[in-house]
């Protein structure tokens, strides 16, 4: 009779090595004759097998057609800089949680894209500027950041929007840290503005720097997602029109990925042109 209903083809004889091999292997019996010759009981340990494995072999046709059909969930992990993990991510991840609320999302803040946690499976997404990349590795624009300068409103000659770039020479900036790519754009738009700053404060995020800027404690130069740049109380911006000042912000993935319907389902609710992100 167990013969006869396998999900594959089996003999009898089959399915009695079957369960003489896996007897053995065990070390006990799991089936004991009683009553008659087509009768077959579990012993205490196939009982207690029985109890463990029933529900894995239950649950398997509802499991196979989720795999099927790419209806299951997970956890994904992205990696990100503080900026875009901050403005970027969370209209994103309330799209996700609209669409796919089985999909779970673990976030790293990073200060420089390690495309190299793709190829060993630490991380699903990057969503960061990455320069260039290499073959393997797949790439959707997901925003466009521009660089704004931001000064206090209690200069003496502040304006908005009409600051003379001379009122800035004695002032002291408000720099991201050393080898970050922020504080890179932040340098090169110094060339660009002649300025030299007598010296400097170094903050971590955007937050800060807009803190210091609003207390008078210097100006900086602010990459940001929102069109009309940064946000505070107390400052003013100007938006930079040179070529450097304005960069791509893309969802990097492995190739693989192609095939992986959790973070296809992520990339399908990202960022695009039209929609708005938050200041």
């Given at each position: 009779k167990a013969a006869r209903v396998f999900p594959y083809p089996i003999t009898q004889p089959g399915v009695y090595q079957q369960v003489k091999r896996l007897e053995e292997d065990l070390g006990c019996a799991l089936f004991v004759r009683g009553g008659g010759k087509a009768r077959v009981q579990l012993t205490a340990a196939g009982r207690h097998l029985y109890a463990f494995c029933a529900p894995f072999f239950e649950q398997l046709p509802v499991v196979e057609r989720a795999l099927r059909g790419g209806a299951y969930g997970g956890v994904r992990r992205i990696d990100g800089a503080p900026m875009?993990?901050?403005?970027?991510?969370?209209?994103w991840l309330v799209r996700l949680s609209e669409t796919r609320p089985d999909i779970e999302v673990s976030l790293e803040e990073v200060d420089v894209a390690d495309l190299e946690r793709l190829r060993r499976g630490q991380a699903d997404v990057i969503v960061d500027f990455i320069e260039e990349w290499p073959s393997w590795v797949r790439v959707q624009k997901v925003a466009s950041v521009s660089t704004f300068l931001v000064w206090p409103c209690g200069l003496a000659e502040a304006r908005e929007h009409e600051l003379p770039i001379e009122a800035l020479g004695a002032a002291p900036m408000i720099a991201y840290p050393a080898g970050s790519r922020?504080?890179?754009?932040?340098?090169?738009?110094?060339q660009r503005l002649g300025l030299s700053p007598p010296r400097s404060t170094t903050a971590r995020n955007a937050d800060s720097i807009l803190g210091f800027v609003?207390?008078?404690l210097g100006y900086s130069l602010l990459p940001s997602l929102h069109p009309e740049g940064p946000r505070a109380e107390g400052i003013f911006v100007r938006r930079l029109d040179f070529a450097e000042a304005s960069f791509e912000i893309v969802a990097a993935t492995h190739e693989a990925a192609a095939e992986n319907p959790l973070v296809q389902a992520l990339l399908a609710v990202g960022p695009s042109e039209g929609r708005a992100v938050s200041s």
């Open positions: 875009t993990i901050r403005s970027l991510l969370p209209p922020p504080r890179e754009l932040q340098e090169m738009g110094l609003a207390a008078g």
